[in-house]
């Protein structure tokens, strides 16, 4: 009997804090979702919560982790966004819808596009060393359910001798990277030029070009040519 009542109090706590963490969670992404992430302190999140910081750091290692953590739930909605895609188009079809899909979630949600460029400037030790394992684990399921979108895209047009991938998930990968890059050009709204030698010159850039442009690399690398 008195181990029944110590599971039942451990299964109550463990429930409670993952209540908790949830809580955090999701005060963090609508404060990033409302100021940025930049903008974004954790005094104001506690403060979001109903709790003082020093709550925040029992169920969080520190602000790296915290990121990480609400960096998962953009994963997650990004992933549903884009298993959305049919895939009984071709595989050309299937890899542009899957890049726009990106470019939109990117464009709906600029502190998504923030937070995983803040994670990924920093070294993968330093991270090692900043966060939890479990956390870690949680990113990289998070990130992988993403790309396999992508990588089974690939696959496919492999199989159909549409494209020449030697390595889907370097590829994968590689366009996710450089699609956040793109994101943030999105954002400053214009592209820098030489007008004439030493004359720099600068003209504005749309959404609409940054996705055209975004596909179009996508379906060259994937090609092969």
């Known amino acids: 009997m008195a181990s029944s009542t110590s599971d039942t109090r451990r299964t109550a706590a463990l429930a409670r804090r993952r ?9 963090t992404r609508a404060l990033f979702d409302e100021r940025g992430v930049r ?23 520190g602000k790296e982790e915290l990121f990480a953590l609400t960096l998962v739930g953009y994963l997650d909605d990004l992933a549903a966004r884009l298993r959305a895609v049919s895939v009984d188009m071709s595989p050309e079809a299937r890899v542009a819808e899957i890049t726009g899909a990106f470019v939109d979630f990117g464009l709906e949600h600029p502190a998504f596009v923030d937070c995983a460029q803040t994670l990924m400037r920093r070294p993968g030790p330093e ?24 990588t089974e895209a690939l696959r496919a047009g492999n199989e159909a001798e549409d ?21 943030q050009l999105a954002r400053v709204g214009m592209k820098v030029k030489e007008a004439a030698p030493g004359i720099p010159a600068v003209e504005p850039l749309s959404p609409e070009q940054i996705k055209q442009h975004l ?7 994937a090609r092969g040519r």
């Open 215 to 221: 596909v179009s690399s996508a379906l060259t690398f």
């Open 163 to 183: 494209f020449a991938v030697e390595d889907v998930d370097l590829l994968a990968n590689t366009l996710y990277a450089s699609g956040l890059g793109a994101l």
């Open 127 to 150: 991270l090692l060393d900043e966060i939890s394992e479990s956390a870690l684990f949680r990113l990289g399921r998070g990130i992988a359910g993403c790309l396999a979108v992508l």
């Open 19 to 27: 209540a908790r963490e949830r809580e955090i969670l999701d005060a």
């Open 39 to 61: 903008d974004a302190q954790i005094e104001d999140i506690a403060r979001a919560v109903g709790v003082n910081r020093a709550i925040i750091y029992r169920h969080f290692s």
